[in-house]
Structure formats: structure tokens, C-alpha cells
């Protein structure tokens, strides 16, 4: 199916554990994006990439690894979970374009640290 | 860097009332503008956009109209319904590839409509 997946869907982890939230897109975009949604915080950029093995900080990338070996997957580490990082995480794929932008987004990952 | 205010609400009204919901941006160049929703429990869906200045993004009644003079994207609906409950944020993207190249949110504004 095309589209922007992201898996798994909710996730319970303990303090001091690794985890890691995959996301797959089917339409070949250059640029795809991770977020974080917390109440009173909106959507915070953690990490992003233009394109295969390359990858950018976004806003709030502490604690947060990536890897892009290939194009349609940008998945998110956290190498040592904490109770900071419980939040809504979104991922959103994009192509570069100057008069038909869109970014598309998965279903998100509620992940919970205890 | 680039930035994008929006009215922070939570914002309640009652049905076939009329939506006012501020977005102002700061950001070089001409980035694109966006308005997103998310409904409960669901992921963002785009719900307009525009990408250069004076252009109009329409979508299911709702409006906005892309203002550089004001740095403005304020999302308008004449008569909003039940259905419309949600959360609706405001978001730009830079004009250029490589780095400027990323969605920037406001932080979000929570509509509810009562019957």
C-alpha cells in the first residue's frame, strides 16, 4: 500500500532501555522528519534528512539517534529511554518542491517510558 | 531560524458560528504555508496551503489567505459544524532545499463545537 507507516502504533518501555520507532515511506521523497507532540508544545522537529546518509538536527534532538541507509526508511532511536521522552511521535515524508509542496504524515507512535 | 505564532486557544463555539484562528510566521525568504488538522486520535492531514504570496488556500469551507505584507495565514470558516472538532495547527516550510527545507508548527489550537 502507498503511503507513510510507521510502526509500532503504542509502545510501553522502561527507564534506561533502548527503543527504536521505525518508519517506511513508498513515494521515494527526498525529505522525511521526525516530531514530537507534547501538550503545550505543539509539533517539535527532533531530527530530519534531505536524502540517503544525510541528516540534520532539528529542535530537540538530545537523547535521540537516526540512521537513513536508504530512502524510504528513517528510523528513530532512543538509546536510553526516560520519562521525558513519553510524548506522540509523528514521522512525515516530503520531495522538495517550489509550487506543490505537502509533507505527509504517519498515524504516529505513542510511546510511554516507566 | 523560522517561527510560526498561532493563536493558542482552546477555542469554543458554538454551531454555524464563525472561525477566526490567527497564524503570523517569521522566516526569510517565501516559505510555503500550511494548515494542518488533527482530529481525535488521528495523525495530522493537510487541510490548505499556499505557496506564494496573495494565494488563497480553500478546503472544506475553510479559508486562508497567505499575507506577506503581515507575515499573516489566519484560518477563517463561516459557519462551523460538530464535525470540525479538532486540533488545528499552522505551519510553514522554508523556500530553499537543504537545511531551511523543514516543516516549523505553531503549537496548535484546539476547536471544539457544540451542538
Known amino acids: 500500500d502507498a503511503g507513510i507507516t510507521q510502526s509500532p502504533r503504542y509502545k510501553i518501555t522502561e527507564t534506561g532501555r533502548q527503543v527504536t520507532l521505525m518508519c517506511h515511506q513508498t513515494?521515494?521523497?527526498?525529505?522525511m522528519f521526525w516530531y514530537r507532540q507534547d501538550l503545550g508544545h505543539g509539533l517539535r522537529l527532533i531530527y530530519y534528512?534531505?536524502?540517503?546518509?544525510?541528516?540534520d538536527k532539528g529542535e530537540v534532538p538530545d537523547g535521540y539517534v537516526v540512521s537513513r541507509s536508504k530512502t524510504e526508511n528513517f528510523p528513530l532511536t532512543l538509546e536510553s529511554a526516560t520519562r521525558s521522552q513519553t510524548s506522540v511521535y509523528f514521522c512525515?515524508?516530503?520531495?522538495?518542491?517550489?509550487?506543490?509542496?505537502?509533507?505527509?504524515f504517519g498515524q504516529g507512535t505513542r510511546l510511554t517510558v516507566v | 531560524g523560522n517561527s510560526v505564532t498561532q493563536m493558542e486557544g482552546p477555542v469554543t463555539l458554538s454551531e454555524e458560528a464563525f472561525l477566526t484562528i490567527n497564524c503570523t510566521y517569521t522566516a526569510t525568504g517565501y516559505p510555503s504555508l500550511f494548515w494542518y488538522v488533527q482530529y481525535p486520535g488521528e495523525g495530522l492531514q493537510l487541510l490548505l496551503k499556499a505557496t506564494k504570496a496573495d494565494d488563497k488556500g480553500s478546503n472544506k469551507g475553510f479559508e486562508a489567505t497567505y499575507r506577506k505584507e503581515t507575515t499573516s495565514f489566519h484560518l477563517e470558516k463561516g459557519s462551523v459544524q460538530v464535525s470540525d472538532s479538532a486540533v488545528y495547527f499552522c505551519a510553514l516550510i522554508g523556500d530553499s532545499g537543504g537545511s531551511n527545507y523543514k516543516l516549523t508548527f505553531g503549537k496548535g489550537t484546539l476547536l471544539t463545537v457544540n451542538p
Open positions: 534528512s534531505a536524502a540517503a546518509d544525510i541528516t
Open positions: 513515494w521515494s521523497h527526498s525529505y
Open positions: 512525515a515524508s516530503s520531495e522538495y518542491s517550489t509550487v506543490n509542496t505537502e509533507a505527509f
